[in-house]
């Protein structure tokens, strides 16, 4: 049975103290991995889509990378407005069937 | 360009009572799909529509119903609600193969 945890389902760090977030998966035919950031109140909104094992994206502070058992969002210097939940979610089987994990909320507190 | 549009935004419903949920897309998006949000248990797929014409189960599907009437619209139907069914409801929309999904901005539900 496909699975993916994300952890820590929590995280506070003060302003500017770097971090990681991770995404483990054991999910059968995986497609591409995908990050998401959501903020209160509002629908998950697209960060990055990583394909295979070795694969790392950027956006500002952020960082995504990909083995071939999890995902990690590093997070370099982060600032109270990238406080949110962060989720993970995989694309698998041949019928464009997406999936997400619980989640990381992130607080940054200055 | 709208994107993904949900309608409604709030929804106040009594037990045993219908609704259908409306999503459509701008974006020429072949797949399309609803998901529930409830705290603690994040996101999870009730319906999904890789095209237009076909619709599959996801992962909580139990109580609702979907029709594709085309490719832009992706409707979710509650036909005798429960209060077990509130929840924060998100319709997305995917363009093609290994592609991302976009969202809607989400509907309130509350059943009472």
């Known amino acids: 049975e496909d699975q993916v945890t994300q952890s820590p389902e929590a995280l506070r760090l003060q302003e500017g103290e770097s971090s990681s977030l991770n995404c483990s998966y054991t999910v059968s035919g995986l497609r591409g991995l995908f990050w998401y950031r959501q903020d209160p109140g509002k629908g998950p909104e697209f960060l990055f889509t990583?394909?295979?094992a070795g694969e790392e994206k950027e956006k500002e502070r952020l960082k995504a990378t990909l083995t071939k058992k999890e995902s990690f969002l590093h997070i370099t210097a982060p600032k109270p407005e990238d406080s949110a939940t962060y989720l993970c979610a995989w694309l698998s089987g041949g019928y464009q069937k997406v999936t997400f994990g619980i989640g990381t909320k992130l607080q940054v507190i200055p | 360009n709208a994107g993904v549009t949900q309608t409604p935004k709030f929804q106040v419903l009594k037990t045993g009572q219908s609704m259908t949920l409306q999503c459509a897309q701008d974006m020429n998006h072949n797949s399309m799909y609803w998901y529930r949000q409830d705290p603690g248990m994040g996101l999870r797929l009730i319906y999904y529509?890789?095209?237009?014409?076909?619709?599959d189960k996801g992962e909580v599907p139990n109580g609702y119903n979907v029709s594709r009437l085309n490719k832009r619209e992706f409707s979710l139907r509650l036909e005798s609600a429960a209060p077990s069914q509130t929840s924060v409801y998100f319709c997305a929309s995917l363009e093609g193969m290994n592609t991302e999904a976009f969202f809607g901005q989400g509907t309130r539900l509350t059943v009472v």
């Open positions: 529509s890789a095209s237009e014409g076909t619709t």
């Open positions: 990583l394909y295979s």
